[in-house]
């Protein structure tokens, strides 16, 4: 059945059973996902964290030529700041805030919504103009498609909205199918043409320096690559709709662009675990070179480019390091599984959501590590506190503004936010931030010895999960 | 009609009253709200105003009620009371301000009687509504302000008398100020040499009991027009009299006009101030001094666009033109100050360059501030970060005064007083040196005359 009816996509939770939160052993959650019977959770304490209005900003300011109109109260534009900053390599992009005020909340935004997007267009001519919707229209049920269809006969533009609402869905994550949602919906026209000889590459949120391993290992299999959204333009979405063969990055992130390009336009989808490690990089490549039938070209990379890594793993490069691991779902599983081919030993994983997309390498994880218990969490450093505590580990690694928990534990802490670390060569780099952060633990102690963290001191005592609740319907 | 803006530099009341609560130490708000608000002002706020962090509790850690569809559907308020509960039991603070966002004004939790119940149990808690839709984050830093001055004293511990020298600042906006506690610990600095005592209620050393310290100040010294109504308040709630200086002092006129001031409302030493003056005015000759060659030979002295807010625009202004001898040509103002209040700003900025004719323009879009300052053919641009295509459009160097900060990391530096003005130029000289080195145009200076 077609993913693309509807407005929006459905949350996570509906479509995939995700959990926001869990800790605990990983054998009855690889079973409840395999017999369809994990119950939600909900927090009874819990602290600030992404929602899928944050998703669908960080994915939207990766498309090119585009103008974003966040149809909001100024606030819900704030990120935009640091995500324009730091997310787009260009400077090219606009974006705007309706600016509802208390009178539109009651009167209705619709008018205001018209004169921004009538405005931005004739003020910067984009070829595409996004409207993300936000709580504050949703709440209201304000209406932007009336609007959406009326500008599109006026405007020689496309117009293209995301109809988010930041409360439907606990999983920051859904913000991704909502954008994907949209933009496979008003970008890619119905021609039945033959397939082109290109492969849709999936990246949503990678860096630079990833984006570019991956492109290059794709190159060398000799696989022209249509990436997209990252950095796409509109014919990026087009040319999907032909493409041979849809490959992704992040399985997590772009599983509704696949399926969807799948299920509609009936492009092949393959999602192997992320690139990451040296196995997990020629697994990756194994499953690409199975859908195309490039088995043999798949070898030789392997044995071409994995020379200059192996040293590393021969040689054990984390031997005796115990890591902890706080990273999206799907990296952290290949991260974790990297430290081991390393020689370390994995302390504890927290992943920001899980999900049936995770059955496989949950169950090879319990496989290599049985007992492990795992944290589900976006966020919620309370939880993660008393977790380090517990467990120690000799490594951190985390994503944006986790380390500090860690590092006012006296853990040493790295963050892979800027770093490449998919691939061959992503595996050296890894390693070079490691032993970096082993090798000195000055700001760390520092930190350590004259900063606290905000918790009252009995919680250590508690269990992890203590504000863990099964949802009551 | 508020319309659309590009590119907004100016984030919501939640946003505000978030980062207000935060600078307080060991003061913790609650956010009842969508869970992406607090990463709101993290990004939004925090990050990128010359990178600020999360510090005790505020990024990841700040406590958020996250509500999702079934509180909007019934209501949140037991979500409320459950967290506002946990927190207490968790979070260790001296204060939890409770403050509400869009979703759960137009639901119509009651978040005062939350507060109230918490507080009837003895617990330091209480609450600002601040939904995104009544305003940006100046108007969130007068509610969290106004909040905390009408319930701090329902708290028990509150008192007293009147104490000898001690002022109360305010309208200086934690992280909307990029320099914010740069500035006051200068305020505090300077206050201090000539015999008064400050208290600044955020940054460095500043937790609740200065704020329950409010009703023992003598004088109120407002610097923007966001510290007006908390000025209002104490004057009505404890007679405390008010100076409205308007903007931040830069330089030595400003700085010396303030410590005057002062000095006479609060019957100060006025021989040691004059000492300090002296003392503070010949330090800042000495380094001008200093700075003099470069002055001329990279041509310091530009046509200047200055993009900021109503607190900070006049006083940096009088720097710029009366010490430094800087040409006006565009100044621009971002903050909306209140409409009556314009004419005022935007005469008491013109007087300070009489003779020279230039523009005074009150917007918040970037679109038209690139716009403006492109027309202006500034030399030089102050601004914040999303000034940076204007002034590379132009070939201007530009240095970041106002907010967002986004690629420069800002600490304890300041641009007000005597100290940070010298921080300002600084970084202004920096700015135009650095130009004219990377362009290789700046060994012209060497030549003599043919």
Known sequence: MSLLKGKASKTREKRLNTLSAYMGDIHPLVEGFRKETVSQRIRTFSQSTFDEVIYVLRLLNRIADAVTIIHSPRGCAAAQLYLHATEREGEDGRWAVTNLNERDTIMGSDAKLRETVVSLYRRYRPRLIFIVATPAVAINNDDIQSVVEELREELDVRIVPVYSDGFKSKNAVTGYDVALHALVKYLIVKEQKVRGNYVNLLSVTENASDLETVEGLLKELGLRANILPNRAAPENFVKAAQAKQSISINPDYSDYLGKALESDYGVPFVQPPLPIGINGTYRWLSAIGEATGLKDAVDDLHARESGAVLRLREKAALQGVRVYVNLPAATALGVAAMVEEL????????????????EGELAALLARKPGLQIHVAQGQPFEEANILQRTRPDLYVGGLGQQVVAAKLGIPAVSINNTGILGYRGVARFVHLAVKALKNRAFILNLAKNSGLPYADGWRQKSPYWYIKQEVK | MAGHVESSRNNCALIGAIQTVQAIEGAVPIIHSTAGCGMQQYLGGSLVSGCSGSGYSGGLATPSTNIIEKHVVFGGSSRLREQIKNTLKLVKSDLYVVLSGCATELVGDDVPAMAKEAREQGHPVVYANTPGFRGGTHHGYELAVKALIEQLPALPGAKREKVPGLVTVLGIIPNQDVFWEGNLLELKRILESVGAQANTLFGLGQGVEAWRQLPEAELTLVFSPWGVEGARLLEERYGTPWVDFTTLPVGAEASGFLLETVTERLNLDRSRTAAVLHAEERSLAHFLERVADAYFAYGFQREFALVGESGQVPGLTGFLVNALG???????????????????????????????DFEVVFTEDSGRIRD?????????VLGSFLESEAARDLGAPLVQVSFPVIDRVVLSRSHIGYRGALTLLEDLGSAIVSGQIKRGTAGGSFKTAA
Do not use: F, Y
Request: aromatic letters at 0%.
């Open chain 2, 326 to 356: 800087l040409i006006p040509g565009t100044v621009i103002i971002t903050d909306n100050p209140p409409e009556p209040r314009r004419a005022g700003i935007t005469a008491r900025i013109r007087e300070l360059a009489p003779t020279i």
């Open chain 2, 372 to 380: 403006v300052i492109r027309q202006s053919g500034a030399e030089l």
């Open chain 1, 343 to 358: 020689g370390g030993e994995v302390a504890g994983v927290t992943i920001e959501h899980v999900d049936s997309l995770h």
